[in-house]
C-alpha cells in the first residue's frame, strides 16, 4: 500500500494546482528590483443625521384568523391614516411585515402538579402587521410616536437614524483614507531608504454605521409622554486598501 501513496498524493496536487493557482490573487507587475508594499488605512466622518428609521405595527387577536385580520387591518388603517396626519408622506411608509399564527392552548396542570400530555389545540389566531417608516422631521419623533400610540399601534421599534445623502460624508471618508495610506507608505518608505514610485491599486471597504435601534414596546391604554430621543452623531466609516510602489 505505501508504494502507491507518492503516486496518489502527486496526483491529487496535479489536479488541485489548476484550482488553487485560478483562487490566488495575481501579484501585481512591478519593475525589477522595486518592493511592493501593501497599505490599509481607516477614513471616518460624523454628521448629525437627518432621517429617522422606525417600525410601527398592530397585533390583534381573534378566535378565527379572518376575526384576527379583520381587526388587524381596522387597527393598521387607522394607524397609517395617523401618520399621515402627523405628515409622513405617503412614499416614506411601507409595510414590512404581515403574519397570521395559530394561538395554541397552555398544557392543562393537573392536580398532582405534572401537566397533561396531549397535543396542543389550536385556540385563536394572532395577526401581527407593522410599517417601515421614514421620519425625516426628528423635531418631531416625539409627537408622531404619541399620535400612532393613541391611534392603536401597540408595538413601536426604532429608531435607528441615518442621513438621507450620505455621498459627501463617505467622500470625506474616503479622502481621509487615502491621505491616511499615504502618508503611512511615506513613513515605510522613508525607514526602509526606499521612496514611493506610484499607487498600484486601490480597494475600497467599509460603509454605514448608524446607531443600533431603540426598541419601545407600548399600549394605546397607557398613553404617556413621549420618550425624548436624542439623535447624536452618525458615524460613515471607508476602510481602503492601497498598493504602492517602491524604489530605492
Known amino acids: 500500500m505505501k508504494r502507491f501513496a507518492l503516486p496518489l498524493i502527486a496526483a491529487a496536487a496535479a489536479f488541485a494546482s489548476p484550482a488553487l493557482a485560478q483562487q490566488a490573487s495575481p501579484v501585481p507587475a512591478i519593475e525589477a528590483g ?44 387607522r394607524v397609517i391614516a395617523a401618520l399621515k396626519r402627523a405628515g409622513i408622506a405617503d412614499r416614506d411608509i411601507q409595510t414590512s411585515n404581515l403574519n397570521i399564527n395559530p394561538v395554541y392552548s397552555e398544557p392543562r396542570r393537573l392536580p398532582d402538579g405534572s401537566t397533561e400530555q396531549r397535543a396542543p389545540e389550536i385556540v385563536g389566531y394572532q395577526v401581527n402587521n407593522s410599517v417601515s417608516v421614514r421620519q425625516r422631521q426628528l423635531g418631531d419623533y416625539g409627537k408622531v410616536i404619541d399620535t400612532l400610540v393613541t391611534a392603536g399601534a401597540n408595538q413601536v421599534n426604532g429608531p435607528s437614524f441615518m442621513l438621507d445623502k450620505p455621498d459627501a460624508a463617505l467622500d470625506a471618508a474616503r479622502t481621509e483614507a487615502m491621505a491616511k495610506a499615504r502618508a503611512r507608505a511615506d513613513l515605510y518608505a522613508r525607514a526602509a531608504g526606499l521612496k514611493v514610485v506610484r499607487i498600484v491599486s486601490i480597494a475600497e471597504g467599509g460603509g454605514y454605521s448608524p446607531p443600533m435601534p431603540v426598541m419601545y414596546r407600548m399600549a394605546a391604554d397607557s398613553v404617556a409622554a413621549a420618550p425624548p430621543v436624542a439623535a447624536g452623531e452618525v458615524s460613515l466609516g471607508v476602510n481602503v486598501t492601497v498598493q504602492f510602489e517602491l524604489a530605492p
Open 34 to 77: 522595486h518592493t511592493l508594499l501593501t497599505v490599509s488605512a481607516d477614513g471616518k466622518s460624523e454628521r448629525a443625521p437627518d432621517l429617522a428609521l422606525f417600525n410601527a405595527g398592530v397585533t390583534t387577536q381573534g378566535k378565527t384568523a379572518g376575526e384576527a385580520l379583520g381587526a388587524n387591518s381596522a387597527a393598521m388603517t
